[in-house]
């Protein structure tokens, strides 16, 4: 399965997704990735995102899912 890179940006509610480019392996996508966030001018609530899904679908489909809340440890009980 190839990783993809998206660039997304926060409209409104929703999140507009734009894909860049994809990859067959992790280094490389990470590494282009992280490039990108470098010298790319990203604006407000902007991100770049790395997705490790089947096909453009299911990288879309993930990255609009809601995530979960972050579990409570320690002393956040």
């Known amino acids: 399965m ?3 890179i998206y ?3 926060p ?3 929703i999140q507009q997704l734009a894909r860049i480019s994809q990859f067959e392996v992790f280094k490389d996508a990470s ?4 490039r990108l966030r470098r010298e790319t001018g990203l604006g407000a609530g902007e991100k770049i995102k790395t ?3 089947a096909n453009e ?3 879309e489909e ?3 899912e809601p995530r979960g809340e972050e579990p409570m ?5």
């Open 2 to 4: 190839p990783y993809y």
């Open 7 to 9: 660039r997304v940006t």
């Open 11 to 13: 409209v409104g509610p």
């Open 31 to 34: 590494n282009e990735a992280k």
């Open 51 to 53: 997705i490790f899904a």
């Open 57 to 59: 679908l299911q990288a």
């Open 62 to 64: 993930l990255l609009n």
């Open 73 to 77: 440890t320690g002393e956040d009980y």
